[in-house]
């Protein structure tokens, strides 16, 4: 058992508690498999924590699912604050604005309701667990604007850096915990 530290930085505490694996879903990906870290107390606290100054100020915290949706759920309660789960196509009732997009390991639709929400003039921080090609946050974020949100910043645990996300998605801030 791996013990957290309480003065570890968090980046040494994610990298820690990140396991590699290799060839999933599909051959040559490397797959970060941040089910360890969340698992753990000390991390997690320490991971939600870091991610809350991000998202501090911002009317609502939106995740993507299913893992972006665990952690901004963790980060809403923290900050008392809203939260919205950006989900895959087919999950949630009609009528749904859609966003179809490429990612590091396939191609996906996400949606969120189309008027049930009262998302015009909001500020909105993204979440998820994991910035690879950006095809992900960047169709969340358009998504969003297309409901009238402002999207204000992304904010993930893990960043991918050979695989320029962050430049994908420019001129949206990313603010990531630990970069590989
Ligand atoms: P992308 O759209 O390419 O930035 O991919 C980011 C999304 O796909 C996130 O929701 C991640 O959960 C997932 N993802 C992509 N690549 C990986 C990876 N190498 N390890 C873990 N999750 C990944």
Do not use: W
């Not at 699912?65 to 939260?83: D, F, H, K, P, Y």
């Amino acid at each position: 058992m791996i013990t957290v530290r309480g003065s570890a930085p968090v980046a040494d505490v994610i990298a820690s508690l990140t396991r590699d694996v290799a060839d999933f879903p599909l051959p040559g990906i490397q797959f970060k498999d941040l089910t360890p870290l969340f698992a753990n107390r000390a991390a997690m606290s320490a991971v939600i924590d870091a991610l809350a100054d991000v998202a501090s100020g911002a009317d609502l915290v939106a995740g993507i699912e299913s893992r972006g949706s665990l952690v901004a759920a963790a980060i809403a309660a923290r900050l008392g604050t809203g939260v919205l789960s950006i989900r895959k196509s087919g999950k949630l009732p009609p009528p749904v604005l859609s966003e179809d997009y490429d990612m590091e390991y396939g191609s996906d639709t996400l949606e969120i309701p189309a008027d049930s929400l009262e998302l015009r003039g909001r500020s909105v921080v993204l979440v998820d667990d994991v910035l690879a090609t950006g095809g992900t946050i960047g169709a969340a974020s358009r998504l969003l604007r297309r409901a009238g949100a402002t999207v204000t910043a992304a904010a993930v645990v893990v960043e991918l850096t050979a695989l320029g996300g962050r430049e994908a998605i420019a001129p949206l801030p990313v603010h990531s915990l630990c970069q590989f």
